[in-house]
C-alpha cells in the first residue's frame, strides 16, 4: 500500500513544494516563472477557452443550416454553400492533432522496421550492409531532417486537392525517420536472440521461410521488438514537439512556439501547461504500449513499472 500510494503522493507534494518556493524566486520579463497554482489557473482557463470554442462552432453550424432553410424555403432549386468553422483551434484540438501525427509517423515508421529487423537478424549478410546505414542515421537530429524533409514534400506532393496539410506530412515523416532506428536495432537484436533448439526444429521440420518467420521467429522475438516500438513511440513523441514548432503544423509544438511569441502575462503558465500535458500523454502511451505487450506477448515478466 505504501509503495503503491503513499510514497507516490509524497513524492509529488514534495515536488510541488520545491516547484513553488524556485517558482517564486524566478523573474522573467513576463513575470514571476509560473508555480503550480498559477499553471492550475491556466489549465482551468484553457478548459473554459475550449468550452466556447466549441459554444461558437455550434452557434455557427446552426446560423448557417438556418440560412440555407431560409434560402431553400424561397427557392428549393437554390444552391446552398456548406462552410467549415473558420475558429481558432483550442488546446484540446491541438492535442488531438499531435496524437494523430505520432500515430500516422509512428505507423509508416513501425510497417518499415520490423520487417527490416527481422531480415537483418536472419540474415548476417543483410546486418553488415544496413548496419553503417543505420548507425550513421541514428544519432541523427529532427532538426537536421526537418529542413529536408519539408523541401522533398513541398517538391513530391503537389495536387490540386491535398488529402493532408503539408505541415502535417513534414512533421509525419520526420518523426518516422527518427522513430525507425530504436524498433530496427531492438527487433534484430530479438532475432538473432532466438533459442537455438527452435531454430535446429524448424530446420528439422524443413518449415518454409515465411511458416519459419511467422511462427518461429516473431512470437520468440515480440518482447525485444515491442521494446523498440516503445523506444521508438517515445522517441517520435519527443521529436514531434519540435518538428511542430518548425513546421508550424497545429499541434502541441506550435501551441507551445505561439504563446512564447505572444509573450503576454500568461504566456509561462501556459506554456507549462502545455509541457506536464506532453509528459503525461508520453507517459500514457508507454503504458499503453506495455499493455497492449503484456496481451499478446508470452513474456509475462514484462510488468507496469
Not at 459554444?55 to 446552426?62: H, I, L, R, S, T
Request: proline fraction near 6%; charged fraction near 15%.
Amino acid at each position: 500500500m505504501g509503495k503503491s500510494l503513499i510514497l507516490p503522493l509524497a513524492g509529488i507534494v514534495i515536488f510541488l513544494m520545491l516547484w513553488q518556493g524556485v517558482a517564486n524566486s524566478i523573474i522573467t520579463s513576463l513575470g514571476h516563472f509560473p508555480g503550480p497554482v498559477q499553471v492550475w489557473e491556466q489549465s482551468k482557463n484553457l478548459v473554459d477557452e475550449h468550452n466556447r470554442a466549441r459554444q461558437k462552432e455550434a452557434d455557427f453550424y446552426k446560423r448557417q443550416e438556418e440560412r440555407n432553410a431560409k434560402k431553400l424555403a424561397k427557392n428549393p432549386d437554390a444552391e446552398v454553400k456548406i462552410r467549415d468553422y473558420p475558429g481558432k483551434a483550442t488546446f484540446f484540438d491541438q492535442i488531438i492533432t499531435s496524437l494523430y501525427t505520432v500515430s500516422f509517423g509512428f505507423f509508416i515508421a513501425s510497417i518499415i522496421a520490423i520487417p527490416l529487423g527481422i531480415v537483418c537478424g536472419l540474415s548476417e549478410k543483410v546486418y553488415q550492409a544496413v548496419n553503417p546505414i543505420i548507425q550513421t542515421f541514428k544519432p541523427v537530429s529532427p532538426l537536421a531532417w526537418l529542413p529536408l524533409v519539408t523541401m522533398v514534400v513541398s517538391a513530391l506532393y503537389v495536387t490540386e486537392e491535398p488529402m493532408f496539410e503539408k505541415a502535417f506530412l513534414t512533421s509525419a515523416f520526420t518523426v518516422t525517420l527518427c522513430c525507425l532506428w530504436p524498433t530496427v536495432i531492438n527487433t534484430t537484436v530479438g532475432v538473432t536472440s532466438i533459442d537455438r533448439d527452435l531454430v535446429n526444429v524448424s530446420r528439422v521440420l524443413q518449415l518454409p521461410p515465411l511458416v519459419h518467420v511467422r511462427t518461429i521467429v516473431i512470437p520468440s522475438a515480440i518482447p525485444m521488438i515491442f521494446t523498440g516500438l516503445r523506444l521508438s513511440l517515445a522517441t517520435g513523441w519527443m521529436v514531434l514537439i519540435a518538428a511542430e514548432m518548425l513546421a508550424q503544423n497545429p499541434g502541441l509544438g506550435k501551441f507551445i512556439w505561439d504563446e512564447f511569441q505572444n509573450g503576454s502575462s500568461e504566456s509561462l503558465g501556459r506554456i507549462m501547461v502545455a509541457v506536464l500535458t506532453i509528459g503525461l500523454i508520453g507517459f500514457i502511451l508507454d503504458r499503453l504500449m506495455l499493455a497492449i505487450q503484456r496481451r499478446i506477448s508470452w513474456d509475462k515478466q514484462a510488468i507496469l513499472r
